[in-house]
């Protein structure tokens, strides 16, 4: 499956930002999804992912209560709605799809795409 990341910008603090990540090339819905970030000199993290259906989503705790990750299986695109954006959330921002189950380790994503840049800056 190919995936295409995209809504990066450049943002104020405490702004919104969505991102989006459209798959082609295979059939969607099996996919567990996931959204992570690499920061500038830092090692890429788990930010949020979500099963199959849509049911049940895991985020890390940094993003608790700002971000949301959601999916549209017909579209064949998840999203990641970004509020109260800090600047600590300054990163590139991957999604990655998975065979198995909802999980933040990398490991477990066998397809990535290309990043899209998000910065928080006044």
């Known amino acids: 499956v190919q995936l295409q990341a995209s809504g990066g910008g450049l943002v104020q603090p405490g702004g919104s930002l969505r991102l989006s990540c459209a798959a082609s090339?295979?059939?969607?819905?099996?996919?567990?999804m996931g959204w992570f970030r690499q920061a500038p000199g830092k090692e890429r993290e788990f930010v949020a992912a979500?099963?199959?259906?849509?049911?049940?989503?895991s985020y890390i705790n940094s993003v608790k209560g700002r971000f949301a990750i959601s999916r549209d299986n017909a579209k064949n695109t998840v999203s990641l709605q970004m509020n109260s954006l800090k600047p600590e959330d300054t990163a590139v921002y991957y999604c990655?799809?998975?065979?198995?189950?909802?999980?933040?380790?990398?490991?477990?994503?066998?397809?990535w795409g290309k990043g899209t840049l998000v910065t928080v800056s006044s």
């Open positions: 990655a799809a998975g065979v198995n189950f909802i999980s933040s380790n990398q490991d477990e994503y066998a397809y």
């Open positions: 090339g295979r059939t969607f819905s099996p996919f567990v």
């Open positions: 979500i099963n199959r259906s849509g049911g049940r989503t």
